[in-house]
C-alpha cells in the first residue's frame, strides 16, 4: 500500500511563493507517475500538474503554467510543487496523487491519495 503524506501548505499573500512536498512510502518509487490535484470550496476536484516516472513528461493545467512547476526526487521519495505568483483562484486544497499510469493520472484516474493541505492566497 502506497502512502503520500503532504506538507508545505499555508497563507500566502498575492503573488507569492509556496512550495509543497509530497513523500511517498514506496521503495521505488520511479514506479509511479505523480501528480498534483486541487479542490477549491465549491468545486470540484481537478488535476493541477503531473510528472512521468518513465521520461520526466509533465502536464499542467492551464490555469497555472508559467506559475507552477512540478518536480520529483525518486532518492528522496518525494514530488514538490513550486508555485509561484500565486493568485486567490489558487487557494484549495492540495492533494498529491499516484498512479503506476502516467497516462491515467493525467486523465484523473488516480490509484492513491494522500491527505490533502490548505492552501490560501490572501489579497
Known amino acids: 500500500q502506497l502512502q503520500l503524506a503532504v506538507s508545505g501548505g499555508g497563507l500566502v499573500l498575492l503573488v507569492g511563493s509556496l512550495r509543497l512536498s509530497c513523500t511517498a512510502s514506496a521503495f521505488a518509487l520511479d514506479y509511479f507517475a505523480l501528480a498534483w490535484y486541487r479542490q477549491a470550496p465549491g468545486k470540484e476536484r481537478e488535476g493541477v500538474s503531473s510528472?512521468?516516472?518513465?521520461?520526466?513528461?509533465?502536464y499542467y493545467a492551464d490555469s497555472v503554467k508559467g506559475r507552477f512547476t512540478i518536480s520529483r526526487d525518486d532518492a528522496k521519495h518525494a514530488v514538490y510543487l513550486q508555485m509561484n505568483s500565486l493568485k486567490p483562484e489558487d487557494t484549495a486544497v492540495y492533494y498529491c496523487?499516484?498512479?503506476?499510469?502516467?497516462?491515467?493520472?493525467?486523465?484523473?484516474?488516480?490509484?492513491?491519495w494522500g491527505k490533502g493541505t490548505q492552501v490560501t492566497v490572501s489579497s
Open positions: 496523487a499516484a498512479d503506476t499510469s502516467y497516462r491515467a493520472l493525467v486523465a484523473g484516474r488516480v490509484s492513491w
Open positions: 510528472i512521468s516516472n518513465r521520461d520526466g513528461e509533465t
